[in-house]
Nanobody, 111 residues
Framework: QVRLVESGGGSVQPGGSLRLSCAVSGMSISGRVIGWHRQAPGKLRELVAS???????NYPDSVKGRFIISRDNAKNTVYLQLNSLKPEDTGVYYCYTVAYWGQGAQVTVSS
């Protein structure tokens, strides 16, 4: 059974940082594309970062330069470093690979 478990969410003030983790079990992430998505209240889920098996990354303009996705194949874990957070970054963050989603991690940015 494949499971993706996100952790590291929380509440921070604008300008703060968080590091999200996505631990995968039941399959190897080696060679697979992994994505982080977020869903803000009342909005559609959107991709905020992806990383290929070779380590190439992609970000939308809204988070480019602030978010960093990385992977540790030995730990079967993908990370998302969130820096210079803004209130509009608030939402539930999900990791995704193949056809599997995690349960999500809440990130709230508020003063």
């Amino acid at each position: 059974q494949v499971r993706l478990v996100e952790s590291g969410g929380g509440s921070v003030q604008p300008g703060g940082s968080l590091r999200l983790s996505c631990a995968v079990s039941g399959m190897s992430i080696s060679g697979r594309v992994i994505g982080w998505h977020r869903q803000a209240p009342g909005k559609l889920r959107e991709l905020v970062a992806s990383i290929t098996g070779g380590g190439s990354t992609n970000y939308p303009d809204s988070v480019k330069g602030r978010f960093i996705i990385s992977r540790d194949n030995a730990k079967n874990t993908v990370y998302l470093q969130l820096n210079s957070l803004k209130p509009e970054d608030t939402g539930v963050y999900y990791c995704y690979t193949v056809a599997y989603w995690g349960q999500g991690a809440q990130v709230t940015v508020s003063s």
